[in-house]
């Protein structure tokens, strides 16, 4: 299992739809207003992390953190950035 696949379940426990692309995930919750967000493999300070961006509003989250990066996204695609 890739990371990406480990952040598409940890998406879904929370009810998100997500599905992973080679090292990148989509992500969108229905009825939020909002179009797919596309969370892509980055890194930050030399280190890994999950980044998002959608109408000029950015987030991220160290990658090794699957549940962590996907309460992250969750806030974030429904509308409540952290």
Do not use: K, Q
């Not at 300070?45 to 980044?51: A, D, L, N």
């Not at 509003?57 to 309460?71: I, K, L, N, Q, V």
Request: hydrophobic share 45%.
């Amino acid at each position: 299992m890739t990371g990406a696949d480990e952040l598409a379940d940890a998406l879904a426990g929370f009810g998100v739809t997500a599905v992973a692309e080679g090292d990148a995930v989509r992500a969108w919750i229905a009825g939020t207003g909002r179009a797919w967000v596309l969370i892509s493999a980055a890194t930050s300070g030399g280190r890994p992390v999950w980044s998002w961006r959608h109408a000029g509003e950015t987030g991220w989250h160290p990658r090794g953190d699957s549940p962590g990066a996907a309460a992250a996204v969750t806030r974030f695609v429904s509308g409540n950035p952290p």
